[in-house]
């Protein structure tokens, strides 16, 4: 259409004014018009000035799930991009996507930044996984250890790993329950209440008491104590 005509346009101004536009557009500018989504991933990816890149990356989380197919490869790298802002609406665009990118390269992307960055491109990298839902589920491994209440961590990042374990399902919660009954004993209370609400959601009765109820790593007898591989090597190098 014109409005992706204009963003290859040499003017900068006029780029950024139809990369405004196109955001509060939103869904709408998609219908009928592929060639919007394939221009702002081609803004994300190859224009020079990051403002650019911010807001073509802003516009395609706008338009959503409707833009995924053509752009989330220019998101997930953008995940990674020089600017930060560029990376947290990035990452937030892939999050507003939802399970539209699921099987993309986007999920490995949204992993590397939950532990890559600020402490605010950690908390909206777990914030976009859990808008995936159960799609995201593969990546409940990564969400686990970040559970610990290491020295100097993040407890806004603890309590929305809970939150995304609880959103990705009872099967990622089930694999992912050791970290969960830990964080019952954590310090923050609303990490307690969101690792809590996760656990009763994957009826996961003995890790409601904590940790120490689970028994033995090795006790796998129990249906309500089956644990995922990465999760069992994790806790038996913590010692726990």
């Known amino acids: ?114 532990t890559n960055g600020s402490f605010e491109l950690r908390r909206l990298a777990v914030a976009a996984l859990a808008c995936l839902g159960s799609s995201a589920k593969d990546a409940a491994a990564a969400l686990g250890p970040l559970l610990r209440p290491l020295p100097a961590s993040d407890p806004q990042l603890r309590r929305a790993a809970a939150e995304a374990l609880g959103a990705m399902g009872s099967d990622a919660v089930r694999e992912q329950q050791f970290w969960l009954a830990r964080a019952m004993a954590d310090p923050d209370e609303q990490v307690r209440q969101a690792a809590e609400s996760a656990l009763t959601l994957g009826g996961c009765r003995r890790a409601l008491c904590g940790s120490m109820a689970l028994g033995a790593l090795d006790d796998t007898d129990d249906e309500d104590c089956i644990v995922h591989p990465s999760a069992r090597k994790a806790l038996q190098r913590t010692g726990s």
């Open 1 to 114: 259409g014109a409005l992706a005509a204009l963003l290859r346009h040499s003017d900068h101004e006029l780029k950024l004014e139809v990369g405004r536009t196109l955001r509060h557009l939103g869904p709408g500018c998609e219908t009928g018009s592929s060639g919007v989504a394939v221009a702002l991933a081609r803004a994300v990816a190859t224009e020079d000035s990051a403002v650019l890149r911010y807001e073509a990356a802003r516009a395609l989380g706008s338009i959503g799930a409707n833009a995924a197919e053509e752009a989330c490869w220019a998101l997930a790298q953008a995940t990674e991009d020089e600017d930060t802002d560029v990376q947290i609406a990035a990452v937030q665009a892939l999050g507003a996507m939802g399970s539209a990118v699921a099987g993309s390269p986007a999920l490995s992307a949204l992993v590397r930044a939950t």
